[in-house]
């Protein structure tokens, strides 16, 4: 079972409590921006084997959205932050390292 923890209410939750909303850091391209760019942002996804960065909603709990890093082989919960950033943040980055030392790093 995967527990995250909303970083807006404080609460671990359960898989089960959260709507999953898909990759993390994706750039938005909308009305008038070339048709590359909008089909990248459409459909164009790293999924990643390893270290990923993914959006969450706590829907069963306080609403909000939040991103969280983990690894898609084991489900290890490197950490959870706010939304309201265009990358993960500084600490969590070296966190990550420290545990992984071959990870490639976060790429936009
Ligand atoms: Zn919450």
Redesign the pocket.
């Known amino acids: 079972m995967l527990l995250l923890t909303?970083p807006?209410?404080g609460?671990a939750a359960e898989e089960t409590e959260l709507g999953a909303g898909g990759e993390a850091h994706i750039t938005r391209y909308g009305a008038g921006s070339a048709d590359d760019d909008f089909e990248t942002y459409l459909f164009m996804r790293k999924n990643a084997r390893g270290v990923h960065f993914e959006r969450w909603r706590?829907s069963n709990?306080?609403g909000?959205w939040f991103h969280a890093a983990r690894c898609t082989m084991t489900l290890e919960v490197f950490g959870t932050y706010s939304a309201q950033t265009f990358e993960p943040p500084k600490d969590l980055i070296k966190k990550i390292k420290k545990k992984r030392p071959d990870w490639e790093g976060f790429v936009k």
């Open positions: 909303c807006n209410c609460i706590h709990g306080c909000k």
